[in-house]
């Protein structure tokens, strides 16, 4: 590999500072200085420091994290925070969201530098369920909260769209919170979904996406890695 690649993989250079940390004197190989950056290296046998901090290449990246509101899933800057700059890891910007959320929608985030990984969860083929509780602006009770759940399980019609959604389940746990299980994932679809019925989300949290729901514990703007069983988990 060769020298400047590995200083933008584990470190926040790019590679331009890094052939300038090179030229600085900054990187050392096995003690000793190194200035050229297509000096070819072994990550395994080899031991780079930079400003005297070992270096190591880092394997793939799983992580959960509870988004808060007001905080976009893009890789742009814009009006709003991004999910990445939550995460305080090297070279974050290349974890990508499996999943976007809205920018008012709280929850469950799974992010990852794998897109292998998150193609397997995100493809419509896989059918992988996704579990959101949203609270309602009408309340629905009785036959009107049967109809609705009947309306869900046979797929609904979005305003724009020729074809009815794909069955889902939608239970009430009270006149106003609903729970909504999906396993497609069109575009701002749980509010598109409501509004068909005649109501409107004004609350949306994403609970879980599979086998792996978001830690009771786990405040807003936190994340944490996700253990090798849940990563096998797709």
């Not at 004197?25 to 290296?41: D, F, S, T, Y």
């Not at 109809?147 to 239970?171: F, M, R």
């Not at 509010?191 to 409107?200: D, E, I, P, S, Y």
Request: glycine share 6%; aromatic share 4%.
């Amino acid at each position: 590999m060769r020298l400047d690649r590995f200083l933008s993989e584990t470190t926040d250079l790019t590679r331009s500072l890094a052939k300038r940390a090179l030229k600085n004197g900054e990187v050392e190989i096995n003690g000793l200085p190194a200035k050229q950056p297509a000096l070819h290296i072994d990550p395994d046998s080899d031991r780079i420091t930079w400003q005297g901090e070992v270096l190591a290449l880092v394997g793939l990246r799983y992580l959960m994290l509870h988004k808060p509101a007001g905080v976009e899933c893009t890789a742009r800057r814009g009006l709003y925070p991004r999910a990445i700059d939550l995460i305080d890891l090297p070279n974050a910007d290349r974890l990508q969201p499996v999943g976007r959320l809205d920018v008012d929608t709280t929850g469950l985030l799974l992010m990852s530098d794998d897109g292998h990984w998150a193609h397997r969860i995100m493809s419509p083929k896989h059918l992988c369920a996704k579990v959101y509780l949203a609270t309602l602006a009408e309340p629905w009770e009785g036959e009107r909260a049967k109809s609705a759940i009947k309306e869900v399980a046979e797929g609904v019609l979005l305003d724009g769209e020729e074809d009815v959604t794909k069955p889902a389940i939608l239970e009430m746990l009270s006149p106003t919170q609903a729970k909504l299980t999906l396993t497609e994932g069109r575009y701002h679809q749980v509010k598109r979904m409501f509004a068909a019925l005649g109501n409107h989300v004004e609350q949306l949290h994403r609970h879980s996406i599979g086998a792996i729901v978001l830690d009771d514990d786990l405040p807003p703007g936190e994340w944490r890695e996700l253990s090798a069983e849940e990563v096998a988990l797709f």
